[in-house]
């Protein structure tokens, strides 16, 4: 059973940026897919950015040209770059992999906080 680690979240004032990790103990490329994920409090969980085997990416609208998802084969790890953070940003973010690619596994793992806030 691969290990999924997320780290790299924080508190930062509006129109900032973060970068998000998503570790793994083993191969990333045994994934079809990854993707990140977030929940706010109230809110259901959303997916936010995916990236494939082979380049391919995916976003929501809400974070068009303002997150970028990409990975390092290398570390087995999955990034997710945010800039011009808003306060609608604000949820815990997990990463995973997609249902569409038989990926997505049923545990979550407890995910990084993002707190966008003056």
């Known amino acids: 059973q691969v290990q999924l680690v997320e780290s790299g979240g924080g508190l930062v004032q509006p129109g900032g940026s973060l970068r998000l990790s998503c570790a793994a103990s083993g191969s990333i490329f045994s994934f079809g897919a990854m993707g990140w994920y977030r929940q706010a409090p109230g809110n259901q969980r959303e997916l936010v950015a995916s990236?494939?085997?082979?380049?391919?990416?995916n976003y929501a609208d809400s974070v068009k040209g303002r997150f970028t998802i990409f990975r390092d084969n290398s570390k087995n790890t999955v990034y997710l770059q945010m800039n011009s953070l808003k306060p609608e940003d604000t949820a815990v973010y997990y990463c995973?992999?997609?249902?569409?690619?038989?990926?997505?596994?049923?545990?979550w793992g407890q995910g990084t906080q993002v707190t966008v806030s003056s």
């Open positions: 995973n992999g997609l249902r569409s690619y038989g990926n997505l596994r049923r545990n």
């Open positions: 990236i494939t085997n082979a380049g391919s990416t």
